[in-house]
């Protein structure tokens, strides 16, 4: 078996979605309007632990920016 083995087509980092793209899938799905195609592509071509890791921090900031809201609300309605 040689050393030097080909890497697989999913595995090469030219073909690895970067933090933008990733982001960009996170945003569509929190809209529901990704397609099953744009879902398979996030898949094969995305780490699972950057999925993860991005799908919480825009699920935290969501939380944070809706919080922000409340308190804006509340802070207007109570003048």
Known sequence: ?????QPDKAESPAEKLGFFSLLKEILWSF???RTHKGYEH???HA???DL???????????VLILIAI???AISYATR
Not at 1 to 5: A, F, S, V
Not at 52 to 62: H, K, M, P, S
């Open 47 to 49: 780490r699972a632990r």
């Open 52 to 62: 993860i890791l991005v799908g919480i921090l825009t699920t935290v900031l969501f």
């Open 1 to 5: 078996m040689p050393d030097h083995q």
């Open 31 to 33: 809209l529901g309007v």
């Open 42 to 44: 996030a898949f094969q």
């Open 70 to 72: 409340a308190y804006l």
